[in-house]
């Protein structure tokens, strides 16, 4: 996982840092080829601080990873945002 990913993790989620890294991490462990460091990224920009929501963007990437690249990225219905291809700025 990339520096940036993990510092954000660490800033943003708090007292459930370790349990969203670990999450991660395993992800990342079983899901090589998907969970790029963008969608890391997108995982948890979109989730939002909520550890809980990290679960379910996971689970949504497992399926899809272009749905979680979606919630990130865009706004309804096709503006893009942010570009999570690019590290955090922190």
């Not at 992800?27 to 550890?51: E, K, M």
């Not at 996971?58 to 096709?78: F, G, M, N, Q, S």
Request: charged share 35%.
């Amino acid at each position: 996982m990339s520096d940036d990913v993990a510092a954000w993790v660490r800033a943003d989620y708090k007292e459930d840092a370790q349990a969203v890294l670990d999450a991660l991490c395993s992800f990342r462990a079983g899901y090589a080829s998907v969970a790029t460091d963008r969608v890391l990224r997108c995982i948890v920009s979109a989730a939002d601080g909520d550890a809980g929501g990290v679960r379910k963007y996971i689970e949504l990437a497992k399926k899809d990873w272009r749905d979680v690249v979606t919630a990130a990225e865009y706004r309804y219905p096709d503006v893009r945002v942010r570009d999570l291809s690019k590290p955090f700025d922190m």
